[in-house]
């Protein structure tokens, strides 16, 4: 589900501050006030894409899993890739 970033009008909001993330599907129409403290609110944003939570240092593997391209120092002081 993705998340939709809101910005109150009058900021920062005494309760949600600079804005607040909401969960909702694409389709469910925008929020118009803040759930918080009812003020008018506007959608600033919304991420569809989900990003992992890392709750821990990547493994090489796990890295390589993830796509990422692991480099590692050799000792001459370049980089190899592995
Ligand atoms: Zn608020």
Not at 40 to 68: C, D, M, W, Y
């Amino acid at each position: 589900m993705p998340i939709h970033h809101y910005a109150p009008a009058l900021l920062p909001c005494k309760l949600c501050g600079e804005g607040f993330d909401h969960h909702q599907a694409a389709t469910d129409p925008a929020l118009t006030t803040c759930p918080t403290c009812g003020q008018t609110v506007t959608r600033i944003g919304i991420q569809t894409s989900h990003t992992p939570k890392l709750l821990h240092p990547l493994s090489v593997s796990e890295a390589k899993n993830l796509g990422f391209t692991v480099f590692k120092k050799t000792s001459a002081g370049e980089f190899e890739r592995q």
